[in-house]
């Protein structure tokens, strides 16, 4: 090899090319398998990090999954909470309902069955008391008779002694005077003899008519008129509603005040303090009426007696409705609770007559109180001394039974609740005092004394146990009050109203009117007072 590399410098310059080429391409094959080595541990590198992203992607799409499915359960969970809340909430106030109305019923039976109870008893002791009075009756007849007849004995005999007197002394005179006094004497005796004769006329006894007694021509035309306020009302709340229709404002003020109103009245309860919020902010609605212009109305038409010719008529519309909406408020709360404990009547009488007192809701100074006194007017007229047939529609009308939406009037036992609502709401407000007040009382005691008198007046045979479920609401739980205000003259009153009326009336049978006489025995157990005798 050497000795050809030495002879053939060609062949070396050749071979060492070679050489360097194979080395060239020896390092070159070398770079590149160390290249592609490379290559591979990226691509590998790369592939394990596309792998570890796609790891780390797919748990986080499974996270992501699970935290999607953990909270629709949960929204799950808590829909179903609210349900069961709801549901339970829905149970207990049907419970609550069914309480109510459970206890109103039991209320209500324990005071049928306390008033049957107790006039059966009475019944047992009228009884009792008429046989007694029977003996004790027939006792006196018996001696008066007996008496009688020992006068008409001891009449006889000093009639008898007093005849032989005579005789005596008209014998010694005819002996005296002979022949002339025997004459005489015999004329006497013919003329003694002869029977005398009576000319009195028999006397037949005359029979008087039956009298009637009509209704008072005074109380018909004042109850016509307050039945007259009582429909311009209806007709200024059409004209309200109409004029809320185009005013916007006007419209949401009447609707928030009217539900704000319904409320408050409803929130009244035997708490005084407690009723001090409900006032402020009824009278607070009033007075919003008055702070802004508001359609007007002639007053006239809410007055049942109306000054004549007065320099403006007009008045706040607003103003009215919402004491309109008040009056109505009062009047339910008294249809609902009063009706069912009459003691209840007492707080809402306090706000009613608080309200009409107060100066800035008069007009002229006068009371707008004839809004209120007209719905009595047209709910309970027995109150204004107003009777009727009950056993007639046109008498159960007149008498203020209520007519139900399919045209029939209301049971008896729902006639006796109303009234008795309205009777002890009545009582409330016009047994109040303000002596302690600024404030004039628009509904001052006088309106209780003449709806009393107007109910103990009726006539026996027109009386309705609507008058006797009145008259029971207005007296038996105001004793102390009548009398404070009236004293002797209201203990006479309380005995005509529980002890006179009702005797008048029981011979015809009336069950309320019993119910009534009870009270004299409950006002001499809880007040002492004593009204027979």
């Not at 007696?305 to 320099?311: D, L, S, T, V």
Request: hydrophobic share 40%; aromatic share 6%; charged share 30%.
């Amino acid at each position: 090899m050497l000795l050809t590399l030495r002879h053939n410098p060609r062949q070396l310059i050749r071979e060492l090319s070679y050489l360097q080429i194979n080395e060239q391409r020896n390092f070159e094959e070398r770079l590149d398998r160390h290249r592609s080595e490379q290559d591979a541990a990226h691509q590998e590198a790369l592939a394990a990090a596309a792998a570890e992203h796609d790891k780390v992607r797919r748990e986080a799409e499974l996270v992501k999954e699970r935290v999607l499915v953990e909270q629709q359960l949960q929204r799950e969970i808590e829909h179903q909470q609210q349900l069961r809340e709801v549901e339970q909430l829905r149970q207990e106030a049907a419970q609550r309902q069914l309480a109510i109305e459970k206890e109103r019923t039991q209320a209500l039976q324990a005071r049928e069955a306390a008033e049957r109870a107790a006039a059966e008893e009475r019944e047992t002791r009228a009884a009792a008391q008429r046989a007694k009075d029977a003996v004790v009756e027939k006792a006196r007849v018996d001696r008066v008779k007996r008496e009688a007849d020992e006068a008409r004995a001891a009449t006889a005999r000093r009639e008898t002694q007093k005849n032989a007197a005579e005789a005596e002394a008209k014998a010694k005179a005819d002996a005296k005077n002979a022949a002339k006094a025997r004459a005489q004497a015999a004329i006497n005796a013919r003329v003694s003899a002869s029977p005398s004769i009576s000319a009195a006329p028999a006397t037949q006894p005359v029979k008087s008519a039956p009298t009637s007694q009509p209704m008072n021509p005074g109380r018909e035309s004042e109850h016509k008129r307050y039945l007259e306020v009582h429909q311009n009302l209806k007709k200024m709340r059409k004209f309200m509603n109409d004029e809320a229709k185009r005013n916007p404002t006007l419209k949401k003020q009447m609707g928030e005040s009217r539900r704000e109103i319904r409320k408050r009245v409803g929130q009244l309860t035997g708490d005084t303090k407690k009723n001090t919020e409900p006032m402020r902010a009824v009278k607070a609605l009033l007075q919003s009426a008055l702070s802004q212009p508001h359609p007007t109305v002639n007053i006239l038409d809410f007055l049942a007696q109306p000054p004549p010719n007065p320099a403006n008529p007009n008045a706040c519309a607003l103003l009215l409705y919402l004491l309109n909406i008040f009056s109505k408020a009062l009047i339910s709360q008294f249809l609902s609770e009063a009706s069912v404990s009459p003691k209840l009547a007492d707080p809402v009488g306090i706000i009613g007559t608080s309200v009409f007192a107060t100066p800035e809701f008069h007009w002229n100074s006068i009371p707008l109180v004839d809004i209120l006194l007209a719905k009595f007017h047209a709910k309970c007229p027995v109150l204004f001394g107003i009777f009727g047939d009950e056993s007639s529609a046109a008498g159960k009308k007149r008498l203020g039974w209520h007519v139900e939406e399919d045209g029939t009037f209301v049971s008896a036992q729902r006639q006796a609740e109303r009234m008795t609502g309205l009777g002890a709401g009545f009582a409330a407000l016009t047994l109040r005092t303000f002596a302690n007040s600024r404030l004039k009382n628009p509904l001052p005691t006088w309106h209780f004394w003449r709806a009393l008198a107007s109910i103990v007046n009726v006539p026996p045979e027109r009386a309705t146990p609507t008058h006797f479920y009145v008259l029971k609401a207005l007296v038996e739980f105001n004793v102390q009050r009548i009398l404070e205000f009236w004293g002797t003259g209201g203990k006479a009153a309380l005995r005509l109203a529980v002890v006179v009326f009702p005797e008048r009336v029981a011979v015809r049978g009336h069950v309320a009117a019993r119910s009534v006489a009870l009270l004299k025995d409950v006002f001499v157990k809880e007040h002492k007072l004593y009204l027979e005798g």
